[in-house]
Every structure is written in structure tokens, then in C-alpha cells.
């Protein structure tokens, strides 16, 4: 079951996904009192959009050795952290747009979580308290502006860099799932979470230390080994284990 944020006859709705039919609920499964409208629709009528629209969007870089190596970075005491604006954000089937300035456009496969209550300062015993479900996320990345920028944010900040979906699931175990992003078909990374230098609630612990974290706030805990370039005309699928595919293509 998925929790799903879709467009149907002009209108953006929120519902549940069973198997191929959606359950509509008169509101965000965020907000508190959500419930079932009782029409059921077609999975197939509706547009998915993004499943989630936060207030911010929290990346976490350098969190699997291997990509750490890839990269020639050096481990880091503390979580490296940095921030994608909400303009980059699409949904499953939507377009990656290459920017002209950029000619090494690169796919990141990313576990994403999803907040599900208000939280500041809190203990990583805490943490699983505040998550509402996960769901599947591209950090896609200009690495030859990265590069020579020395610091993330343009790389990072373009339109479409951000696409998230295809739904939201709540009942994962994300201590040891396997995450792989597939560009026209091969497979390019293939990675378990088991193998994240900072764990889930260890990282919600620690960003809730520095910024509140609202209810729909995504935090994207990393990408493994295995990174590389886009061309127009791809199709790249980030699969993670017990979610679902997130496919885009690439323009």
C-alpha cells in the first residue's frame, strides 16, 4: 500500500494505492484527521504527481563509503548536509530538463524520508516517532559544476533535479534494503542500506538539531557507488526494495 498525491480531472488529490485502484481521501494523509472520501478510482485515470510538496529538502552527501571513494572525498566527522530548493522537484514520468551550462548531468538512487510530525531536537530513540513512511528519490547532480564550484548548491538546484515518488510507504524496514538505479535498462548501482555511514534516526536526530523539521519534509540520506551521466533521451529508474520504481526520462 502506498500513499499517493495524483491529478484527476484538473484537481490534485491524495489517496491509497491498492494493487490498481485508489482510495480518495478528502484531504493530505498528512493532516490530522484524514480520512476516506469513499470513491475509489482507476489507477490508471490519474496523473502521480511528487506524493509529497515540503517545506524543505534535506540531502545528506558522502553517507556510503564506497561513493565516498568514488568521488576521492574523505569521511567526515558529521553528517554533510546541504539543501535542494522545492523548485527542483518533480514526480514519476516527469521530465529531467539538462541545463545548457552543465555537460556532465549524473543520477544519485536515494532512500528519501518523509516527516511526518513537527520535530526539533530530538533523540535518535525519538526519531522513528516522527517519520511517516519513505519513499524513492534522484539527487540528480551537474558533477562538473559541483566540481568546480567547490561547494553544492548550483549543482544541486536546478529544475527537475529533485524527482521523488512514486508513492509514500509507511511500513518499511529501511535498515537493510537494497536500492539500484537503472539507466535504459542496466543496472548502475546496486547498494543496501545496511551499508549507510549514518543511520536514519541518527540522521533525523541530527538535522532536527539544526532546522525544525515539518510534516511532509523530505530528508534524502544518500546515494552509493556507482553514480554517472545522463544523456537526453535516457530513461533512469531508482528501485528500492519494498517501495517501488521511480522512473524519469531525461531531456
Same mark, same amino acid.
Given at each position: 500500500?502506498? !500513499?499517493?498525491?495524483?491529478?484527476?480531472?484538473?484537481?490534485?488529490?491524495?489517496?491509497?494505492?491498492?494493487?490498481?485502484?485508489?482510495?480518495?481521501?478528502?484531504?493530505? !494523509?498528512?493532516?490530522?484527521?484524514?480520512?476516506?472520501?469513499?470513491?475509489?478510482?482507476?489507477?490508471?485515470?490519474?496523473? *502521480?504527481?511528487?506524493?509529497? +510538496?515540503?517545506?524543505?529538502?534535506?540531502?545528506?552527501?558522502? =553517507?556510503? %563509503?564506497?561513493?565516498?571513494? +568514488?568521488?576521492?572525498? $574523505?569521511?567526515?566527522?558529521?553528517?554533510?548536509?546541504?539543501?535542494?530548493?522545492? $523548485? &527542483?522537484?518533480?514526480?514519476?514520468?516527469? +521530465?529531467?530538463? *539538462?541545463?545548457?551550462?552543465?555537460?556532465? #548531468?549524473?543520477?544519485?538512487?536515494?532512500?528519501? #524520508?518523509?516527516?511526518?510530525? $513537527?520535530?526539533?531536537?530530538?533523540?535518535?530513540?525519538? %526519531? +522513528?516517532?516522527?517519520?511517516?513512511?519513505? $519513499?524513492?528519490?534522484?539527487?540528480?547532480? %551537474?558533477?562538473?559544476?559541483?566540481?568546480?564550484?567547490?561547494?553544492w548548491t548550483r549543482s544541486k538546484s536546478f529544475d527537475t533535479?529533485?524527482?521523488?515518488?512514486?508513492?509514500?510507504?509507511?511500513?518499511l524496514d529501511h535498515r537493510d534494503v537494497k536500492i539500484?538505479?537503472?539507466? =535504459?535498462?542496466?543496472?548502475?548501482?546496486?547498494?543496501?542500506? &545496511? =551499508?549507510?555511514?549514518?543511520?536514519?534516526?541518527?540522521?533525523? &536526530?541530527?538535522?532536527?538539531?539544526?532546522?525544525?523539521?515539518?510534516?511532509?519534509?523530505?530528508?534524502?540520506?544518500?546515494?552509493?557507488?556507482?553514480?554517472?551521466?545522463?544523456?537526453?533521451?535516457?530513461?533512469?529508474?531508482?528501485?528500492?526494495?519494498?517501495?517501488?520504481?521511480?522512473?524519469?526520462? #531525461?531531456?
Open positions: 500500500m502506498g !500513499y499517493i498525491r495524483f491529478l484527476y480531472e484538473d484537481k490534485i488529490c491524495f489517496g491509497q494505492l491498492q494493487g490498481e485502484s485508489i482510495e480518495v481521501l478528502d484531504r493530505s !494523509y498528512l493532516e490530522k484527521g484524514c480520512r476516506k472520501t469513499g470513491q475509489i478510482l482507476q489507477a490508471e485515470k490519474v496523473r *502521480l504527481l511528487s506524493p509529497v +510538496e515540503p517545506t524543505k529538502i534535506v540531502c545528506i552527501g558522502l =553517507n556510503y %563509503a564506497k561513493h565516498i571513494e +568514488e568521488l576521492g572525498h $574523505t569521511l567526515h566527522d558529521d553528517p554533510v548536509i546541504f539543501l535542494k530548493p522545492v $523548485t &527542483s522537484l518533480v514526480g514519476p514520468e516527469d +521530465e529531467i530538463i *539538462l541545463p545548457p551550462m552543465s555537460q556532465q #548531468v549524473e543520477y544519485e538512487a536515494e532512500l528519501v #524520508v518523509v516527516m511526518g510530525k $513537527t520535530a526539533k531536537d530530538i533523540t535518535e530513540d525519538q %526519531a +522513528e516517532d516522527y517519520i511517516f513512511g519513505f $519513499t524513492c528519490g534522484n539527487d540528480v547532480t %551537474a558533477r562538473d559544476l559541483q566540481k568546480k564550484d567547490g561547494q533535479f529533485c524527482p521523488i515518488g512514486p508513492w509514500v510507504v509507511t511500513d539500484s538505479s537503472v539507466l =535504459n535498462g542496466e543496472v548502475k548501482q546496486s547498494a543496501g542500506t &545496511s =551499508n549507510l555511514i549514518n543511520s536514519v534516526p541518527k540522521l533525523v &536526530s541530527y538535522i532536527s538539531q539544526i532546522m525544525t523539521l515539518n510534516p511532509g519534509d523530505l530528508i534524502m540520506t544518500g546515494t552509493p557507488e556507482g553514480v554517472g551521466p545522463m544523456k537526453a533521451g535516457d530513461v533512469i529508474d531508482v528501485e528500492i526494495e519494498g517501495i517501488g520504481r521511480l522512473r524519469n526520462l #531525461v531531456r
